[in-house]
């Protein structure tokens, strides 16, 4: 065991050195960038190495720290470089404009039906697609205040875990609807992400 | 179980708050750099931004750089982020959390100056990210291989089973420290300090200074 860890960390710590030096000799900002998300994912590998559950627990917020990390410096590279607003029209194709309420009613009665995770991720497919088809005056204020309601009876969901055991089923129901609506809000979101200004 | 075996530079613990196996611990030492950045954290609320003046060389002209409206709200909100993360950090009793709060505050420290419309400032920042997130492998892979090597990261245990920590997973944290936050890369803290703005600027100092008095604690207990 301890020897295939060994073995394992030897090619991890390969695979970082030739991003190190990649980093080091890379010179366009862009690229240096990319490569260093990469050194990021070599260092999930050299924790997922360890092969536990609390291995698997590290993972997740070492995952959150590089993309934030991440999201952060893409940003700045794109204002430093004065990149924000698009430069190409959006896709415009006529079935755009006539599909998508189908479609998107089909996906989040669906995605109703699979509830959590699951279903807010399809339900979300949904309303991205309605949002990018449809074009359309955004209600983001109101996307995020159902997003922030649904994180709050998420958290009291898990109150209820912790505190009062007894009342589980009733902590799944709430947990349950407020991860659909959550998932799907944020996902929405995404639609909406493409030809308008300050988006 | 609450008590530092080996007590290190911290002196023995003053509070202890047990969350399962994670203890968050007071020593006289880390309650002194935690109550120095909590008044810094008040400052940074409560103070109006400086006003940086720039002199025209050759000239007699000086003008003065004001921070104002959306920059001033996001600029203070990341200082009091950055302030609550090293806070964070100085009070944490396990390596991992330890670690990803120093990280956190590499990435308050970055959005600090973000917000400033300045070409320069802009590309420190970016440097300066490129810098952290490469730290983020020996820092992570540090705490990883403490993992691996004793079974546990909490600080308590650690300093439990003495030179438990192997001084490669050491060394990988310091080196991970100090590109998160501090000395080696002082050349592009320096333009960083262009961007206008004493106390949000100066969060940018107080907290790589703190997460290295901090780290130096961690490194002689355990």
């Given at each position: 065991?301890?020897?295939?860890?060994?073995?394992g960390?030897a090619?991890?710590?390969?695979?970082?050195?030739i991003?190190?030096?990649a980093?080091?000799?890379e010179?366009?900002?862009?690229?240096?960038l990319?490569?260093?998300?990469l050194?990021?994912?070599s260092?999930?590998?050299?924790i997922?190495?360890i092969a536990?559950d609390?291995?698997?627990?590290?993972i997740?917020?070492?995952?959150?720290?590089?993309?934030?990390?991440?999201?952060?410096?893409s940003e700045?590279y794109?204002?430093?470089?004065?990149?924000n607003?698009?430069?190409?029209?959006?896709f415009r194709?006529?079935?755009?404009d006539?599909?998508?309420?189908i479609i998107?009613?089909i996906?989040?009665?669906?995605?109703i039906?699979?509830?959590?995770?699951?279903?807010?991720?399809v339900?979300g497919?949904g309303v991205?697609?309605y949002?990018?088809?449809?074009?359309h005056?955004?209600?983001?204020?109101?996307?995020e205040?159902?997003s922030?309601?649904?994180?709050?009876?998420w958290i009291?969901?898990?109150?209820?875990?912790?505190?009062?055991?007894?009342?589980?089923?009733?902590a799944v129901?709430?947990?349950?609807?407020?991860?659909?609506?959550?998932?799907?809000?944020?996902?929405?979101?995404?639609?909406?992400?493409r030809?308008?200004?300050d988006? | 179980?609450?008590?530092?075996?080996s007590?290190?530079?911290g002196g023995q613990?003053?509070?202890?708050?047990p969350?399962?196996?994670?203890?968050?611990y007071?020593?006289?030492?880390?309650?002194?750099l935690?109550?120095?950045?909590?008044?810094?954290?008040?400052?940074?609320?409560f103070?109006?931004?400086?006003k940086?003046l720039?002199v025209?060389?050759?000239?007699?002209?000086?003008?003065?750089?004001?921070?104002?409206?959306k920059e001033?709200?996001?600029?203070?909100?990341?200082a009091?982020?950055?302030?609550?993360?090293?806070m964070?950090?100085?009070?944490?009793?396990?390596v991992?959390n330890?670690?990803?709060?120093?990280?956190?505050?590499?990435?308050?420290i970055?959005g600090?100056?973000?917000?400033?419309?300045?070409?320069?400032?802009?590309?420190?920042?970016f440097?300066?990210g490129?810098?952290?997130?490469?730290a983020?492998?020996?820092?992570?892979g540090?705490?990883?291989?403490?993992?691996?090597?004793?079974?546990?990261?909490?600080?308590?245990?650690?300093?439990?089973?003495a030179?438990?920590?192997?001084?490669?997973a050491?060394?990988?944290?310091?080196?991970?420290?100090?590109?998160e936050?501090?000395?080696?890369?002082y050349?592009?803290?320096?333009?960083?300090?262009?961007?206008?703005?004493?106390p949000?600027?100066?969060?940018i100092?107080?907290?790589?200074?703190?997460m290295?008095l901090?780290v130096?604690?961690?490194?002689?207990?355990?």
């Amino acid at each position: 065991m301890m020897e295939e860890y060994a073995i394992g960390l030897a090619v991890a710590f390969i695979a970082v050195i030739i991003t190190f030096v990649a980093a080091i000799r890379e010179k366009n900002d862009i690229h240096r960038l990319i490569i260093a998300d990469l050194a990021e994912v070599s260092v999930l590998v050299v924790i997922a190495l360890i092969a536990t559950d609390l291995a698997e627990a590290l993972i997740i917020p070492g995952l959150v720290v590089g993309i934030s990390e991440l999201m952060a410096l893409s940003e700045i590279y794109l204002t430093r470089e004065g990149l924000n607003n698009p430069v190409h029209k959006p896709f415009r194709i006529e079935v755009l404009d006539t599909a998508p309420t189908i479609i998107a009613v089909i996906l989040v009665l669906y995605g109703i039906v699979l509830s959590g995770f699951t279903g807010g991720a399809v339900a979300g497919t949904g309303v991205i697609f309605y949002f990018m088809g449809k074009r359309h005056a955004e209600r983001f204020a109101l996307i995020e205040a159902v997003s922030g309601y649904a994180w709050a009876l998420w958290i009291v969901a898990f109150f209820i875990f912790m505190v009062m055991p007894e009342y589980w089923f009733f902590a799944v129901m709430l947990a349950g609807g407020a991860i659909l609506a959550k998932v799907t809000a944020k996902m929405s979101l995404i639609g909406t992400m493409r030809g308008e200004k300050d988006v | 179980m609450f008590e530092l075996s080996s007590s290190g530079v911290g002196g023995q613990e003053l509070f202890v708050l047990p969350f399962g196996d994670i203890v968050d611990y007071f020593t006289p030492y880390t309650g002194a750099l935690f109550l120095f950045a909590l008044v810094f954290t008040l400052i940074c609320i409560f103070s109006k931004p400086e006003k940086q003046l720039d002199v025209v060389f050759g000239t007699d002209a000086i003008y003065a750089k004001e921070v104002t409206g959306k920059e001033l709200h996001f600029r203070r909100f990341m200082a009091i982020a950055c302030g609550l993360a090293t806070m964070g950090a100085v009070t944490s009793g396990d390596v991992f959390n330890f670690t990803l709060f120093v990280s956190l505050v590499g990435v308050c420290i970055i959005g600090i100056v973000a917000a400033v419309k300045s070409k320069h400032v802009l590309n420190a920042a970016f440097n300066y990210g490129i810098i952290s997130m490469l730290a983020t492998v020996p820092l992570f892979g540090g705490a990883a291989i403490t993992l691996a090597a004793t079974g546990t990261l909490s600080i308590w245990e650690l300093a439990a089973i003495a030179p438990a920590m192997p001084w490669i997973a050491k060394a990988l944290i310091l080196v991970g420290v100090m590109g998160e936050g501090i000395a080696p890369f002082y050349a592009a803290k320096a333009e960083l300090f262009r961007a206008p703005g004493a106390p949000y600027v100066i969060m940018i100092h107080v907290s790589s200074l703190l997460m290295f008095l901090r780290v130096v604690e961690i490194m002689l207990t355990v």
